[in-house]
């Protein structure tokens, strides 16, 4: 199972939007509405921000949204704040019933 | 409070074997399921595998990379997972994780996650 991609890099001032990318195949993707969202900041555990595509965990802020077009995913986040800072990573369950991580984005912001 | 703590981490010889502990506390253990994920030293991270609950006959699945080498196996009436590790590569150097899944029902998001414990392969 090849890991999902993701570009390696964004970056986006305070108050703008940025969209992170995460591109399978109809084997984990596309296959099902299954795919969640981490954020990882440096030297700490991942946390979920968003999962089945587009659904936000209780106390995770609005501003993250996630949506799905075939065998991508996106991840938006809306008026970046400095705290945003971080390594986002998207995820998927595959047709084989495992699970695959993308590669990873680092979010600057500016 | 809902939290999982790993345990067993260290320092092993290429071609040697670990086993890797995951205590949880504060929700109903045996409900869940269970993941391991790993991440290298400035890397991605990387799905290794997971046990389902009794109700779904424990089932296992396992990342490609440690098909064959690696078993997931849990203990309900103490609250905790394991992760056995044989055949030990250098490439298995990484803090693994283990990370609940968030529904007895159909969904994919680990919603809980331990602090990591941090395993290194090396002669």
């Known amino acids: 199972q090849s890991a999902l991609t993701q570009p390696a890099s964004v970056s986006g001032s305070p108050g703008q939007s940025v969209t992170i990318s995460c591109t399978g195949t109809?084997?984990?993707?596309?296959?099902?509405?299954?795919v969640s969202w981490y954020q990882q900041h440096p030297g700490k555990a991942p946390k979920l921000i968003i999962y089945d595509v587009s659904n936000r965990p209780s106390g995770v802020s609005y501003r993250f949204s996630g949506s799905k077009s075939g065998n991508t995913a996106s991840l938006t986040i809306s008026g970046l704040q400095a705290e945003d800072e971080a390594d986002y990573y998207c995820?998927?369950?595959?047709?084989?019933?495992?699970?695959?991580f993308g590669g990873g984005t680092k979010l600057t912001v500016l | 409070e809902v939290q999982l703590v790993e345990s067993g981490g260290g320092l092993v010889q290429p071609g040697g074997s670990l086993k890797l502990s995951c205590v949880a506390s504060?929700?109903?253990?045996?409900?869940?399921?269970l993941h391991w994920v790993r991440q290298a030293s400035g890397k991605g991270l990387e799905w290794v595998g997971r046990i389902r609950n009794k109700v779904q006959g424990y089932a296992t699945a396992y990342g490609a990379s440690v098909k064959g080498r690696f078993t997931v196996s849990r203990d309900d009436s103490e609250n905790v997972a394991y992760l056995q590790m044989n055949s030990l590569e250098t490439a298995d150097t990484a803090v693994y994780y283990c990370?609940?899944?968030?529904?007895?029902?159909?969904?994919?998001?680990?919603?809980?996650w331990g602090q990591g414990t941090t395993v290194i392969v090396s002669s």
């Open positions: 109809s084997s984990d993707v596309g296959a099902y509405n299954y």
């Open positions: 990370a609940r899944l968030r529904s007895r029902s159909s969904t994919w998001g680990f919603d809980v």
């Open positions: 995820s998927s369950y595959t047709t084989s019933s495992t699970g695959v």
């Open positions: 504060g929700f109903i253990f045996s409900d869940s399921t």
